[in-house]
């Protein structure tokens, strides 16, 4: 049988060296893991030489390792990482992505690199969140609703053996789910605790083990997307319209001037 390679994208020479943050993603961070049935996920951050940002030639702005290769779903044991350079990292976090933001909210145990500059970052993280990041969570909630739903464009499921099981996929059902509490705990508070509080966390992870209804699922999905919409619209929020971009790129053209020794 031909071994296939896993699969590995972008200059890792350029990316491990600079490496100032990486966390565990996925459902490890969220508390939500099922021993036996998640792959491990992490995501990091790191610094770009100074030429590829001021060249003229055009370089990967990340870089990505998966154990599995090209094509192949990723399952219990293996690893998919993927690291972003500060640029791409920060452009992505000041839009809400709900994954990228991860790495800033992490709890200590689920960090795996952090330097100085990672620290400084963390620091950062409340200046990420916006009615904009919150709209994102919703965004991506209702994707993964769709999919519950079979609604969605992609009809075939990705994970025949939980239709068989359950007769939906309800790894859909948990993320979306998830996404809700946390986009009715950002619009409330402005903030994003992980793991997830155990009330709204044992509630996903019922979900995930098959134990609850998919109407029931969707009712009470439907229920927090409407008190998120509440908060937003009434501005019962502690959120401003957007990220602080002022403060947030001070602090990207000073780290990164440090990084390169140019103060």
Known sequence: MTRRDNVEYGDREIAMPNEILRSVVGSGVHGIAIEGTDDHDEMGV?????EYLLGVERHRDDYIWRTQPE????????????????????RLAIKGNPTVM???????????????????????????LS????????????????RMLGQSKRNVPN????????????????????LAHQGYEIAGTGTLTLPMPTREREQVLAVKRGEVPRDEVSREIGRLEA?????????????LAT????????WAVDAQRRHWGWV
Request: neutral net charge; aromatic residues 10%.
């Open 227 to 239: 008190a998120v919409r509440d908060l937003l619209d009434t501005g019962r929020t502690p959120l």
């Open 131 to 146: 009615r904009l990041a919150v709209e994102r969570f919703l965004g991506y909630m209702r994707s993964q609703h769709e």
């Open 159 to 178: 994970r025949p053996e939980l239709i068989v099981k359950y007769g939906w996929d309800v790894k859909y059902g948990s993320h979306a789910l998830r």
């Open 71 to 90: 094509g192949v779903r990723s399952g219990p044991g293996d690893t998919d990482l993927v690291m972003y350079s500060l640029q791409k990292y920060l």
């Open 46 to 50: 790191y610094i770009e030489p100074p």
């Open 243 to 250: 990220a602080d971009y002022t403060l947030i790129s001070a």
């Open 102 to 128: 991860l790495p800033l909210f992490a709890p200590e145990q689920s960090l795996v690199v952090l330097t100085p500059l990672g620290e400084e970052l963390r620091a950062l993280r409340t200046s990420f």
